[in-house]
């Protein structure tokens, strides 16, 4: 299984920002489908963000035009940033790698994300 390592959670108040930062260990952003999820406590994993290999972009409702994911192919890495940051959006915030075809499905150890006064 390829490492990802994510990084950037943290505790921010209502309206900051946070950049959250998911890193592959091999050259394998640039030819998977890359994506954030998150699951808060009692809830189950949602996907908040998407990059399909062909560029297609998906976000969930409740984050579009807060949050942007990007990727970078030369680095390997995919980004997640979230701005105007709400109570709502606390979770573990998950990075996701996978093959187009699903010969692969590998995952991040998770992030904290608290957003809280």
């Known amino acids: 299984q390829v490492p990802l390592v994510e990084s950037g959670g943290g505790l921010v108040q209502p309206g900051g920002s946070l950049r959250l930062s998911c890193a592959a260990s091999m050259r394998i952003v640039a030819f998977s489908d890359t994506a954030w999820h998150r699951q808060a406590p009692g809830k189950q994993r949602e996907l908040v963000a998407r990059?399909?290999?062909?560029?297609?972009?998906d976000y969930a409702d409740s984050v579009k035009g807060r949050f942007t994911i990007a990727r970078d192919n030369a680095k390997n890495t995919v980004d997640l940033q979230m701005n105007s940051l709400k109570v709502e959006d606390t979770a573990v915030y998950y990075c996701?790698?996978?093959?187009?075809?699903?010969?692969?499905?590998?995952w991040g150890q998770g992030t904290q994300v608290t957003v809280s006064s």
């Open positions: 996701n790698v996978k093959s187009t075809w699903g010969s692969y499905d590998f």
């Open positions: 990059i399909t290999r062909g560029g297609s972009m």
